[in-house]
């Protein structure tokens, strides 16, 4: 499952939530790319590619709020290329597992 991946030095965070969900409750170590229900996921990342991993096969944990857009963000980064991608569903249990 994805905490294991947590635990992986290399691994990227993606936080695909909203700007004000972020800044309401911010997990530091996360690259944010904000995936609106709203809009096409592909749309999204592929515009923000240049700060996804050059390594295709870098451990990536994707997380929003639940996990209704981390789940359609992961499914795209797979259709991208990406090989190691995991949803983790919501951000309170991504930033409990990270707590020592």
């Known amino acids: 499952g994805w905490k294991e991946l947590l635990q992986e030095e290399n ?6 939530r909203n700007p004000d969900e ?20 592909e749309e999204c990342l592929v515009a923000a590619a240049a700060q996804l991993p050059a390594d295709k096969n870098a451990p990536i944990l994707v ?6 857009r981390s789940a359609r ?5 797979r259709t991208m290329g990406f090989g190691n991608v995991k949803n ?6 991504v930033v409990a597992c990270l707590r020592p």
């Open 11 to 16: 691994r990227v965070l993606l936080d695909v």
């Open 88 to 93: 983790a569903g919501g951000r309170d249990e």
């Open 63 to 68: 997380f929003c709020a639940v996990g209704g």
């Open 22 to 41: 972020v800044s309401a409750k911010p997990v530091p170590a996360a690259l944010t790319i904000p995936v609106p229900m709203t809009r096409d996921a």
């Open 73 to 77: 963000a992961a499914k795209c980064l």
